[in-house]
């Protein structure tokens, strides 16, 4: 089942093991590397780095810490907050967080909290920024461009059978966050399409909520399942190992609130409408440093709901719309690393890293 990453995660993993590299790496002994995903979405962050290193490390990817033991990693790579949990697991090893979002909501310092380094950081203009924001040194800081970002930057793009939609249309992407105090869709309520998509019936929708919605959030869920329902220019993703990138180079118009897709975004060089949640200040995540409160003005900002439909009409009849504001925060964000290679020189870094002298060869 192409969906099931935990299968794909352990085939692949099989499949290093029974092929291992020659063991050398820059003359010295392979180290071993983990990669630890505690979310479906994971995979496709984690996976082109496995990819990366399994050429001249020991590898192993998957979700089950058990496994992890058995491996016995020198180095362990993660993309969330557990690297408490795997430094009482194993206290001698070398923890990389690798960032899955280009915002904080305050889950960097978190996440990186227990780690030894923070990599996947998208230039060095960011680097600044979580050094001054977030505690962490700038040794501990790898500039080596964002893996999901890879397949944008290289124009990797679905094979038209994948998409089930209308052809020939405008497509507006809605891709709201999870957060109750931020999402969008703790404002638009039942009136998806009423607000998404006005009176047009010329106009495609397509629906991409976050991993955490699918999952946790059912009541949200089925007012976007009826929402959907019976409408063939209406696609809503619920495929929860979908991390929405590919979906980027169908929209049009980008809608969407504080989610990290915001920024994604801005390698397709199109407008953006943001709604702006009027209690985001109380949800636990609401960070005044981050760049998605700092940077609003990329795209057009909804305060008033009822607005929704002009500002994405707007959006669709003046695509260069705020086009200056776009390229400006394209530049800061990636700088020069958009040639797609992020999860390739993350493997060097980890390849360069010291082995322990107490390791056994």
């Known amino acids: 089942d192409p969906a099931n990453v935990a299968c794909r995660a352990a085939l692949a ?11 050398k790496t820059s003359g010295k002994p392979a180290t071993r590397v983990g990669l630890h995903m505690n979310k479906a979405f994971h995979f496709s962050i984690l996976d082109p780095i496995f990819q990366a290193l399994r050429v001249s490390h020991p590898v192993s990817l998957t979700g089950e810490a058990a496994l992890l033991q058995q491996f ?6 993660v993309a969330d907050a557990q690297g ?9 090893v070398t ?9 904080t909501k305050r889950h960097l310092a978190e996440a990186a909290a227990d780690c030894d380094f923070v990599a996947g950081v998208s ?3 960011i680097r600044d920024e979580i050094v001054a924001h977030s505690g962490i040194s700038v040794e501990r800081v790898w500039v080596t461009g964002h893996v999901p970002m890879d397949p944008l930057f290289r124009g990797d793009r679905l094979p038209p059978d994948q998409i089930p939609l209308l052809q020939g249309r405008k497509t507006v992407l809605f891709a709201p966050t ?25 106009i495609n929708l397509i629906i991409k909520p976050h991993p955490t919605t699918l999952r946790d959030q059912g009541d949200w869920m089925a007012e976007l399942r009826r929402a959907a329902q019976g409408r063939k220019n209406i696609w809503l993703v619920e495929d929860p190992a979908n991390d929405g990138m590919a979906l980027l180079p169908l929209a049009d118009v980008l809608v969407s609130d504080a989610s990290s897709v915001i920024f994604a975004f801005l390698a397709c060089d199109r407008p953006l409408v943001l709604i702006t949640h009027p209690q985001r200040k109380q949800d636990p995540g609401y960070d005044e440093h981050g760049i998605e409160w700092r940077w609003r ?37 990636f700088g020069e690393y958009t040639d797609g290679h992020a999860a390739e020189r993350i493997a060097t870094r980890i390849s360069a890293l010291p082995r322990p002298p107490s390791t056994p060869a």
Request: without cysteine.
């Open 123 to 125: 230039s060095h203009t």
């Open 72 to 77: 016995r990693p020198e180095v362990l790579v």
């Open 84 to 92: 408490r949990r795997f430094r009482k697991l194993f206290p001698d």
């Open 13 to 23: 993993s099989v499949e290093s093991a029974l092929a291992p590299p020659t063991g």
């Open 297 to 333: 003005d990329v795209g057009q900002q909804v305060f008033d709901i009822e607005t929704l439909p002009a500002a994405i009409r707007r959006a669709l009849e003046q695509p260069q719309l705020r086009a200056a504001e776009r390229a400006r925060y394209r530049h800061l964000l």
């Open 95 to 103: 923890l990389i967080f690798v960032r899955h979002g280009l915002i």
């Open 178 to 202: 999870w957060n109750r105090s931020m999402s969008a869709l703790g404002v638009i309520g039942r009136r998806v399409v009423k607000l998404l998509l006005g009176a047009s019936e010329d």
